[in-house]
């Protein structure tokens, strides 16, 4: 192994650094300043965890402090847009504006140029700038697709909802708890409270930062380079970004519990879901108050404190909660706010665009995010990877960025498309042109270049609609249903389920026309198909993987083995809302039994998972197969079974 690149600190992409690294000591740890303080608190702070007693014998500490050590001294910083040069590959590190240091990794290869994302936001934060386009050369893009089935809520909206919200508990002399995840949410959160506090928007009450958060902020103004300039100015002004008069620290256990016995204050801290940290013992204290409230600000685990919190807005009757050890009865007031840092669908869309990649994989997210977001993509090469997946493609290797004119006509029809009196919604083609939110003027300066290609107009009520200027040909129709089917995707997404090689495209050209043929080896058989005719090479291709022309046996509705029971379309919106996989977990936890397991099958257009739970005395009950056309719905039937 030559260099193991880091992206960013969160403990879902550096929790098992030090395992890694004992295993390949002699090989270097590239990330940024910022990252690695960050990454040596959370590591610290999981020393300290796996030190605790536990009365799980499983519960085996996964490292201790020699391999800890020994991953901090392997580590080699790289800045943003620096360069790092590895045998035949020049490493470029670019912003990502996901948290402090975060980073996107661009490898230039002899075989082409690739970009990882890792984590990332392309709106702008409190904390961290938006996100600029990468001006690399790019081949293949390898990007995350957390929120590829959301459009975020307005992050200004949200921010002052959260301050009405707190600011009318401490009206009330209530106590306000937000839990967040330490790294970047935990700033952001501190940041809008000061915010805040300076408007009048809400009461001067004692602000408290408690658990990790604390060691967190101590690190960002050692990496003022790495802030938001706003945040950087304020700073030389004002002193700490985060910690001041109104906003203190919690330094023990005995503060603590007169912070709990006190008047109205605000609380933030670590763990965001509850699951430990001093927020799960602010949660047992303020849960049974109806005057205290508790706002939730990040993603929550299904089978978290959180979520069981969040999910009882539903339940009728009597409400109560297990958190830090207790069951409680839950009378305080619980909302949840979208201060997400990481891109959403139409965010995600916008920047590939921009891009143009010649092959897309999505990493990082759950199988609806990743076809939500393929499908946004049209007819682009996106492949939905998987641990361990290999992409092999053939191409000319790009030396410069793929610039894309003003005046491109052919993209701007494509994005524009071929049904008239469509309506358009400015910003968002503007995002989706450019690759992240532009100025007015800039928007403004698209839709007349659009109108004068006579692509656009607006109608007598100022609504911008699409103005074909020609009539489609039946090529053009043929390729504008193709595109929207996306056959393409379709085809690559079932070979990345069944982790067999993506079909190989035999083109040609014939009488006049391009000609493809499409070659797949399924289980050892070979599927043939065409060959195609076409006026063209992209529609050849697009009608040669359309699912009539690949089979039935490939695309069609998913079979239905003898046992397996199907979870149809009613079942899935009625298991969403009764979380039966976090019920069963909460009733194992009460009970003090392991937690329950699953087991995961990857059909054609559906998944199929059973459950396993283990009671005292050696007892065993396994579900029935449950077959969705999710991962997550086929757990929940499951799961209902067994309770």
């Given at each position: 192994?030559?260099a193991?690149?880091?992206?960013?600190?969160?403990?879902?992409?550096?929790?098992?650094l030090?395992v890694?690294?004992?295993?390949f000591?002699?090989?270097p740890?590239?990330m940024?300043?910022p990252?690695?303080?960050?990454?040596e608190i959370?590591?610290r702070?999981a020393?300290?965890?796996?030190?605790l007693?536990?009365?799980?014998e499983?519960?085996?500490p996964?490292?201790?402090?020699?391999?800890?050590?020994?991953?901090l001294?392997q580590?080699?910083?790289?800045?943003?847009?620096?360069?790092?040069e590895?045998?035949?590959?020049r490493?470029?590190?670019l912003?990502?504006?996901h948290i402090?240091g975060a980073?996107?990794?661009?490898?230039?290869?002899?075989?082409?140029?690739?970009?990882?994302t890792?984590d990332?936001?392309?709106?702008g934060?409190?904390?961290?700038?938006?996100?600029?386009?990468?001006?690399?050369?790019?081949?293949l893009?390898?990007?995350?697709?957390?929120?590829?089935?959301?459009?975020?809520a307005?992050?200004?909206?949200?921010?002052?909802?959260?301050?009405?919200?707190?600011?009318?508990?401490?009206?009330q002399?209530?106590?306000?708890?937000?839990p967040a995840?330490?790294?970047?949410?935990?700033?952001?959160?501190?940041?809008?409270l000061?915010?805040g506090?300076?408007?009048?928007?809400i009461?001067?009450?004692?602000?408290?930062?408690?658990?990790?958060v604390?060691?967190?902020?101590g690190?960002?103004?050692?990496?003022?380079?790495?802030?938001?300039?706003a945040?950087?100015r304020?700073?030389r002004?004002?002193?700490?970004?985060?910690?001041?008069?109104?906003v203190?620290?919690v330094?023990?256990?005995?503060?603590?519990r007169?912070?709990?016995?006190?008047g109205?204050?605000?609380i933030?801290?670590?763990?965001?879901?509850?699951?430990g940290?001093?927020?799960?013992f602010y949660?047992?204290?303020?849960a049974?108050?109806e005057?205290?409230?508790?706002?939730?600000?990040?993603y929550?685990?299904?089978?978290?404190p959180?979520r069981?919190?969040?999910d009882?807005a539903?339940q009728?009757?009597?409400?109560?909660?297990t958190v830090?050890g207790r069951?409680?009865?839950?009378?305080?007031?619980?909302?949840?706010?979208?201060l997400?840092?990481?891109a959403?669908?139409m965010?995600?869309?916008g920047l590939?665009?921009?891009?143009?990649?010649?092959?897309v994989?999505?990493?990082?997210g759950?199988?609806d995010a990743?076809?939500?977001?393929?499908?946004s993509l049209?007819?682009?090469d996106v492949?939905?990877?998987?641990d361990?997946?290999q992409?092999e493609?053939?191409?000319?290797?790009?030396?410069?960025r793929a610039?894309?004119?003003g005046?491109d006509r052919?993209?701007?029809?494509e994005?524009v498309?071929?049904?008239?009196?469509?309506?358009?919604?400015?910003?968002?083609l503007?995002?989706?042109?450019?690759?992240?939110?532009v100025?007015d003027e800039?928007?403004?300066?698209?839709v007349?270049?659009l109108?004068?290609l006579?692509?656009?107009a607006?109608?007598?009520?100022?609504?911008?609609?699409?103005?074909?200027?020609r009539?489609?040909?039946?090529?053009?129709?043929?390729?504008?249903?193709?595109?929207q089917?996306?056959?393409?995707?379709?085809?690559h997404?079932?070979?990345?389920r069944?982790r067999?090689?993506p079909?190989?495209?035999?083109?040609?050209?014939?009488?006049g026309?391009?000609?493809?043929e499409?070659?797949?080896?399924?289980?050892?058989?070979?599927?043939?198909?065409?060959?195609?005719?076409a006026?063209s090479?992209?529609?050849?291709?697009?009608?040669e993987?359309?699912?009539e022309?690949?089979?039935?046996?490939?695309?069609?509705?998913p079979?239905?083995e003898p046992?397996?029971?199907?979870?149809?379309?009613?079942?899935?919106?009625?298991l969403?809302g009764?979380n039966?996989?976090?019920?069963?977990?909460?009733?194992?936890m009460?009970?003090?039994?392991?937690?329950p397991?699953y087991?995961s099958l990857?059909?054609?257009?559906?998944?199929r998972?059973?459950?396993?739970?283990r009671?005292?005395?050696?007892?065993?009950?396994?579900?029935?197969?449950?077959q969705?056309t999710?991962?997550?719905?086929?757990?929940?039937?499951?799961?209902?079974?067994?309770?």
């Open positions: 192994l030559d193991i690149l880091v992206t960013h600190a969160h403990s879902d992409h550096t929790g098992g030090p890694v690294a004992e295993a000591a002699s090989t740890i590239y940024t300043p990252t690695r303080s960050l990454v959370l590591q702070d020393l300290k965890l796996m030190s007693p536990s009365d799980r499983a519960d085996v996964l490292y201790g402090e020699r391999q800890v050590e020994a991953m001294g580590v080699r910083p790289v800045h943003h847009h620096e360069s790092i590895l045998g035949d590959i490493v470029t590190y912003p990502a504006s402090l980073s996107m990794v661009h490898l230039e290869t002899p075989g082409g140029n690739v970009l990882f890792g990332y936001s392309v709106a934060q409190r904390t961290v700038a938006s996100l600029g386009r990468p001006e690399l050369p790019v081949d893009v390898i990007t995350e697709s957390t929120y590829g089935n959301r459009i975020h307005d992050r200004k909206l949200a921010e002052e909802r959260l301050l009405h919200s707190v600011g009318q508990s401490l009206e002399g209530g106590r306000v708890l937000i995840f330490a790294i970047g949410r935990a700033q952001e959160v501190l940041l809008i000061r915010d506090l300076r408007r009048g928007r009461p001067h009450v004692p602000i408290f930062v408690d658990g990790m604390r060691s967190v902020c690190a960002y103004p050692q990496h003022e380079r790495y802030l938001e300039p945040l950087r304020q700073m002004t004002l002193g700490h970004p985060f910690f001041g008069d109104d203190k620290a330094r023990d256990l005995s503060e603590r007169q912070i709990v016995s006190g109205a204050c605000v933030v801290s670590s763990s965001g879901m509850l699951s940290g001093p927020s799960a949660a047992s204290e303020f049974g108050n005057r205290d409230a508790i706002l939730i600000t990040g929550q685990d299904e089978e978290s959180g069981a919190l969040l009882l539903s009728q009757g009597p409400r109560t909660l830090a069951t409680v009865d839950v009378r305080c007031r619980f909302e949840s706010y979208s997400s840092g990481h959403d669908r965010q995600m869309v590939l665009e921009a891009m143009n990649p010649r092959v994989g999505l990493v990082h759950d199988r990743k076809e939500a977001l393929a499908r049209g007819d682009r492949v939905l990877c998987d361990g997946i992409l493609r053939t191409f000319v290797t790009r030396t410069r610039v894309r004119p005046a052919g993209r701007a029809e994005l498309g071929l049904e008239p009196d469509r309506a358009l919604d400015a910003p968002e503007a995002r989706a042109w450019f690759g992240r939110d100025a800039r928007r403004e300066g698209l007349r270049e109108t004068a006579g692509l656009v607006l109608d007598d009520a100022g609504v911008l609609r699409a103005r074909p200027s009539p489609a040909t039946p090529e053009q129709l043929a390729e504008e249903r193709l595109r089917q996306n056959p393409k995707g379709k085809v997404e079932w070979c990345t069944r067999v090689k079909p190989q495209l035999f083109e040609s050209r014939s009488g026309h391009d000609q493809a499409l070659v797949l080896v399924v289980d050892g058989q070979t599927l043939r198909g065409g060959p195609v005719l006026a090479r992209k529609l050849a291709e697009r009608l993987l359309a699912p022309v690949v089979g039935g046996q490939l695309l069609g509705e079979a239905v046992g397996v029971r199907v979870v149809d379309a009613a079942d899935s919106e009625r969403r009764s039966f996989k976090g019920k069963l977990l909460e009733l194992s009460k009970h003090k039994t392991p937690r397991t087991e990857t059909r054609p257009g559906a998944m998972s059973r459950g396993l739970l009671l005292h005395g050696g007892v065993r009950h396994l579900s029935s197969w449950y969705a999710s991962g997550r719905d086929a757990e929940h039937a499951a799961s209902e079974e067994l309770l």
